[in-house]
């Protein structure tokens, strides 16, 4: 048999989201703790469940390996005092890696001698090591919140409670303040043994499911998932899956079961998002539909078997009843009266402090969506899309969105249709927050694009304008989500917008507060610009094309999407060095140029009269080129350049003694070095 170690950390119901993070975190505190011990294994096990975190390490090595290191220490000139004696600094090295100065010698580094010893450690028993390592991996978890308990130095999510550790089926005694380890665990709360015993890796297994705990979280998360399209299908309908709710129910319970319950039809009738969102977000339950109609009916799944179902049935109903009940009322109660009646009553909701109301925030974001229409060329959607700037955030104050926050903007839109808005209106007013999280859906509409990145932009102006800025992973305002938000939408329809006018434009909407715009603008434009090269990483684009085409411009960010593409792939060439060599040393003499002027008559060799000919010819194929948005092709055009360029570097002395024929020579390359730009800076290319 294989050496294995089986730890189980027995816990108080752990929240669900806590699950699969805890795991991982512990996984890789003991990997890393095991390296750095230079203890060997083959890998790491992980499950978990609501009431216990286990990990199984295979094929664990007896004992650490022995270490033998070189330590590097002062240099010789510094390691003896006046007397010849060992210097303090010579001294401190020893004493910190434990050599005696017979132990030490020195050796020649480069062009000085070092004072070196070797570090001998006999490996230890793994046991020994287990005993330190595995208290530290627990401890070094860490929580959004955390909890202390019992008098205890250390923090988790929920109490510890009981901990199983066996070493090659002997229970390796392991103290974690006073919760010590040994071979009896838990059954499940309801179902299984209150305690049991284990004494071998196999066992447990087997014990565990003997007692109603499915402990693999993806076994479980597949049992509830065919649990639940089995009772759909017995409804005639299929079940509406959300991943998410699917993850947080499978860390919720250690033995699914699931079942169906029924509601009134009358709630059927209310728009499917007022349903279904008491159902997933407070009751946890996926809903049923049947051709893409919701059905009276919900699907919830047990932490237990199916004993006394029918009870647990009736009171998930009787909870479900009383939300739905809530809803229809005040569904009802809003749609007594308009939308548009609910606008005024933002006066009375604030912002924020400084930037005044949600009211004041819809007048600055009907502003600036105008700009930003005029610079998309979709002026045809202004008098709906100032319809629904005016109504975008009236049901932050209705009945409804004030209970179920989750249906800002859905409640919009629906109640818009209801007071008798158009398609465009109504789908603006729910677009508006879109993106809401990574990955979400895009707005659609003209109205809905426009009234998205003004909302946003507002707010990006706004907390800049008074101070509030993302810092490290500080960013209560969520202001980085909504900066990704307004690029995610350039970049998938593909906008050409100067995204530092929209800047200006939303700055000029807090005329009322004192701050240096300027230096407001660069603080965005830097913040913007962080965002596009993370962008930009995530979508594989290499760090130096990214830098070679932004140069810190946001000029137009889908065309800059577009000019990293090609470059990329324009980058595959094999002559590519060799290119980029001569190009870079354009752009070193070319920053020496007090301007761009070129002047003929002062041409006098051959080889740069062969360039400046080609040149200008070259500049007007890639100006003709760049209007086409034919980037790769540009770049090819250009690149003829190159064999010019080496000639005149090879022929010619571009620093002539001659100031005006040196200022001449600066003036063409600075030229060159011009019209490169206008594609992207190949010098901030990284090549070897």
Not at 96 to 112: H, I, M, P, R, T
Not at 162 to 172: A, D, I, K, P, R
Not at 265 to 293: A, C, G, I, S, W
Request: aromatic share 8%; charged share 30%; with cysteine.
């Amino acid at each position: 048999m294989k050496n294995y170690l089986l730890l189980e950390i027995g816990v108080e119901e752990l929240p669900s989201r806590f699950g699969q993070t805890t795991l991982d975190q512990i996984e890789t505190n003991l990997s890393k703790l095991l390296k750095e011990e230079r203890i060997g294994f083959d890998n790491i096990e992980k499950y978990a469940t609501p009431r216990r975190l286990t990990f199984v390490i295979n094929n664990i090595v007896d004992k650490a390996s022995d270490l033998e290191e070189d330590v590097k220490g002062p240099a010789k000139k510094i390691a003896f005092d006046a007397e010849g004696n060992f210097s303090k600094p010579a001294l401190g090295f020893m004493k910190s890696k434990g050599l005696k100065e017979e132990d030490v010698y020195f050796k020649q580094v480069g062009n000085a001698e070092y004072l070196f010893g070797t570090i001998k450690q006999a490996g230890k028993e793994t046991s020994d090591v287990l005993k330190n390592i595995i208290p530290e991996a627990i401890k070094n978890v860490t929580f959004p919140k955390a909890m202390r308990w019992g008098g205890k130095n250390m923090r988790f999510a929920r109490p510890i409670r009981w901990m199983v550790s066996l070493l090659n089926n002997n229970v390796l005694e392991i103290d974690l303040e006073g919760i010590k380890s040994s071979n009896v665990t838990k059954g499940h709360r309801f179902l299984g043994e209150r305690e049991f015993e284990v004494n071998s890796v196999e066992e447990y297994f087997e014990k565990i499911e003997k007692n109603y705990i499915i402990l693999d979280q993806y076994k479980r998360k597949e049992m509830i998932r065919k649990q639940a399209i089995e009772v759909a299908n017995s409804l005639g309908g299929e079940v509406e899956f959300d991943e998410d709710l699917l993850e947080e129910i499978t860390f919720l319970v250690e033995y699914p079961t699931a079942f169906y319950g029924e509601f009134d039809e009358e709630y059927v009738k209310l728009p499917k998002e007022v349903v279904t969102t008491p159902m997933k977000e407070h009751q946890r339950y996926f809903p049923v539909l049947k051709d893409n109609k919701l059905l009276p009916n919900f699907i919830a799944v047990r932490n237990g078997d199916s004993n006394r179902i029918d009870l647990v049935k009736s009171g998930n109903e009787k909870v479900l009843r009383a939300r739905l009940a809530d809803a229809l009322f005040f569904y009802n109660e809003d749609t007594k009266k308009s939308l548009e009646s609910f606008v005024d009553k933002l006066q009375t909701v604030v912002f924020q402090a400084k930037l005044g109301t949600v009211y004041d925030k819809t007048l600055r974001i009907e502003k600036l969506s105008k700009v930003i229409l005029d610079e998309l060329n979709m002026n045809e959607s202004a008098k709906n899309t100032a319809r629904a700037a005016k109504l975008c955030k009236a049901d932050l104050v209705t009945n409804m969105v004030f209970e179920f926050t989750e249906l800002q903007g859905i409640m919009g839109r629906d109640y818009a249709k209801v007071s008798g808005e158009n398609d465009e209106v109504c789908e603006g007013i729910f677009e508006h927050y879109l993106p809401r999280f990574a990955g979400d859906i895009l707005p659609q509409t003209n109205a809905g694009t426009a009234l998205s990145i003004a909302d946003k932009l507002d707010s990006i102006a706004g907390f800049f304008a008074i101070g509030i800025k993302p810092s490290g992973s500080q960013d209560p305002y969520a202001l980085r989500r909504q900066a990704l938000g307004i690029l995610s939408i350039l970049l998938d329809k593909e906008l050409s917008v100067n995204l530092n006018k929209l800047i200006g434009a939303a700055l000029d909407n807090y005329s009322i507060i004192e701050f240096n715009k300027n230096e407001v603008t660069c603080q965005i434009d830097e913040f913007f610009i962080e965002r596009v090269k993370n962008l930009f990483k995530d979508l594989g684009i290499r760090y130096d094309v990214i830098d070679a085409v932004l140069t810190n411009n946001l000029d137009d960010i889908s065309d800059i999407h577009t000019r990293a593409l090609e470059l990329n792939r324009w980058l595959q060439k094999d002559e590519l060095i060799e290119m980029l060599t001569a190009f870079n040393r354009v752009s070193t003499l070319a920053q020496k140029a007090i301007d761009d002027t070129v002047k003929e008559e002062l041409l006098k060799e051959d080889a740069e009269i062969k360039l400046h000919n080609s040149f200008k010819e070259i500049k007007a194929n890639v100006e003709s080129l760049l209007v086409d948005k034919k980037y790769n092709e540009a770049l090819d055009a250009f690149a003829t350049l190159k064999p010019l360029v080496d000639n005149l570097f090879d022929n010619v002395m571009v620093m002539d003694k001659d100031e005006a024929i040196k200022e001449n020579r600066l003036g063409l390359l600075r030229q060159i070095y011009s019209t490169m730009l206008t594609i992207c800076d190949l010098s901030k290319i990284v090549y070897k």
